[in-house]
């Protein structure tokens, strides 16, 4: 049998080679990313680079399922390109999540026109609602999450693979470079 003695530089044919192993996306470890996103029209939604790399801890929900999902097993300077449905995405869009509310719900200096975003916070954490009508004093409002409904096109770089530390963990975030600053 082969015997497989660890050398440094470019391993040659019928020499001996060193077998590094390559580092998969799994659970728990920290996946540094670059990311572009386009919805079916080829229309960019959005992309990493200009606020840098995403960094993120596998496995925690952290991203939506239909890319965590594609991105399992891969390893650093992968490249994949995939495709996510709605219910792998922000979901299906939904009627009623279209409701008519109070002017005296917004903030009174606040001019409402159609095709403004407010953010909304409730007991399930923050929302992003879309004016769509407005009535005089009543306010018709989109709190479907603007992506809903789409099936998203990414593409993406896979940069850094590494296990996350215990404080990581503990947070529930990735630290450094695209990830949280304390
Ligand atoms: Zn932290």
Redo the contacts with the bound molecule.
């Keep these: 049998r082969k015997h497989l003695t660890p050398v440094s530089g470019a391993a040659k044919l019928g020499q001996p080679f060193c077998v590094e192993r390559i580092m998969q996306i799994s659970e728990q470890k920290v996946i540094l990313l670059n990311y572009e996103v386009v919805d079916d029209q080829g229309q960019l939604i959005d992309r990493s680079e200009e606020g840098g790399p995403l960094a993120y801890i596998h496995g925690t929900g952290q991203l939506i399922p239909g890319l965590e999902t594609a991105l399992e097993g891969r390893g650093q300077g992968d490249k994949i390109e995939v495709d996510v449905p709605p219910d792998q995405g922000y979901g299906e869009r939904s009627d009623e999540g279209v409701q008519t509310v109070s002017r005296n719900q917004f903030d009174d200096d606040v001019e409402i026109e159609v095709g403004m975003q407010f953010e909304a916070q409730d007991d399930e954490g923050h929302q992003i609602v879309t004016v769509v009508a407005v009535d005089g004093e009543s306010i018709t409002l989109d709190t479907n999450h603007p992506l809903a409904g789409k099936t998203l096109h990414f593409a993406v770089e896979v940069l850094e693979v590494r296990d996350a530390t215990a404080?990581?963990l503990?947070?529930?975030?990735?630290?450094g470079p695209g990830?949280?600053h304390?």
Excluded: M, S, W
Excluded at 170 to 175: K, L, M, P, T
């Design positions: 404080e990581e503990d947070h529930g975030h990735a630290h990830g949280h304390h």
